[in-house]
């Protein structure tokens, strides 16, 4: 019975996996080329954060390379290349696929990204409980668990946002799983209502901190996008 709680494990790490493969670069800047960029005074801050610019007045190399403000002509670097200083992770979804400056929008966002994998959960509920109910806990368990980890593993690939979002859909639509609910009601059965509560409450604790443990060590481990869905996508076989 307690082998059913790894699914519900590898369902809820993948809840948690955005917190990383979704991080926000704090401090960013425009690349400009031909020039040394390093000390250049020219940026313009975004929307008043001075460690973020998503434009910067023309400038040309000096004679040491270093940028130098060549005109009041404002240039904008909509679709970068950009320079993240600081940044924890080579690429996140937020570098890989520019959702930044001019280009984040509602739909287009960290945010949104995250909401859309609650519908997907919401829409998964609805999904599995029907086919619990039709054709047993087990095959449902099955179901969760090959179309949470195959969309994982695909979203990795994915080539642009709206691509990799339908997949993070479909990922959170196979994470919801019976295993807790089968446990409980066996013991249900024999232990009484208290021994079942003590026993939910146990779970959901080691649950919660298996999940927070794993997303700690992707952190330190996993510093690309497709690092950590394809790792994930893998562990439940």
């Not at 966002?109 to 959960?121: D, E, N, P």
């Not at 054709?135 to 691509?163: E, H, Q």
């Not at 901190?209 to 997303?215: S, T």
Request: charged residues 15%.
């Amino acid at each position: 019975m307690f082998l059913l709680w790894f699914p519900a494990a590898a369902g809820g790490i993948h809840v948690l996996m955005y917190s990383f493969t979704g991080l926000e670069p704090g401090n960013f800047r425009c690349d400009i080329p031909g020039c040394d960029s390093t000390d250049y005074s020219g940026y313009i801050p975004e929307k008043d954060d001075i460690k973020q610019s998503c434009s910067y007045y023309e400038a040309k190399a000096g004679a040491d390379g270093m940028c130098q403000q060549s005109s009041d002509t404002v240039i904008h670097c909509k679709n970068g290349p950009y320079i993240f200083d600081n940044f924890e992770f080579e690429e996140t979804t937020v570098t890989r696929f520019n959702v930044l400056c001019e280009n984040e929008s509602f739909f287009h966002s960290v945010a949104f990204t995250g909401s859309a994998y609650m519908v997907g959960l919401m829409i998964g509920s609805f999904i599995t409980g029907y086919c619990s109910d039709k054709f047993g806990r087990k095959l449902a368990i099955l179901g969760c668990i090959l179309v949470s980890s195959i969309a994982s593993l695909v979203g990795s690939f994915m080539p642009d946002y709206w691509s990799y979002l339908a997949l993070r859909v479909l990922t959170a639509s196979g994470s919801v799983v019976f295993g807790l609910e089968h446990v409980l009601h066996n013991l249900a059965s024999s232990g009484g209502q208290l021994g079942q509560e003590l026993l939910s409450l146990l779970l959901l604790e080691v649950h919660d901190g298996i999940e927070h443990h794993v997303d700690g060590v992707q952190g330190h481990t996993c510093r690309r996008t497709s690092c950590c869905p394809l790792l994930l996508g893998l562990a439940p076989y």
